[in-house]
């Protein structure tokens, strides 16, 4: 089965993007540490949706990964081997100090 590793999984972007790769039948891992709450507090929570993702796709396997903590992301990367990547972390923190090593990549659906 193919993986995907998906950043800032629990967003409004990235839970779709888990969702959308989900029902191609892709294995999902996300990776969120609830930044957003950290940032904007209890109203930018998004463990609801970390629940939600783990509550309706098979196989979703969380990470609580603070995808600035470069060693850990390439420990992830090496254990997993996925064969897609998505970036889609956004908070203050992710757009003052970029964390973001890896490309953002998704294939349309013709190079699928
Ligand atoms: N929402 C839109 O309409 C839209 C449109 C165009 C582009 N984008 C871009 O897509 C990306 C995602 O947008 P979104 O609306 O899904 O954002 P979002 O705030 O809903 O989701 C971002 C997620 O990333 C997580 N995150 C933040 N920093 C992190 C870190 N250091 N480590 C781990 N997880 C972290 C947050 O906890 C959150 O769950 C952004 O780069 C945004 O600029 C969004």
Same mark, same amino acid.
Do not use: T
């Given at each position: 089965m193919k +993986?995907?590793?998906v950043t800032g999984s629990s967003g409004l972007i990235g839970s779709e993007v888990c969702l959308y790769f989900a029902a191609? &039948?892709?294995?999902?891992?996300?990776?969120? *540490? *609830?930044? $957003?709450a950290v940032f904007? &507090?209890?109203k930018g929570d998004t $463990?609801? *949706?970390q629940h939600r993702l783990e509550n309706s796709i098979k196989g979703f396997v969380h990470h609580e990964l603070d995808i600035r903590d470069r060693q850990s992301v390439l420990d992830l990367l090496k254990?997993? +081997?996925p064969q897609q990547l998505s970036t889609l972390p956004r908070s203050p923190a992710t757009i003052w100090r970029p964390p973001f090593l890896l490309p953002i990549s998704i294939p349309t659906p013709s190079e699928r």
């Open positions: +993986k995907i590793l191609e &039948g892709w294995q999902i891992h996300g990776v969120d *540490n *609830n930044q $957003r904007f &507090g209890p $463990r609801w *949706n254990e997993i +081997k």
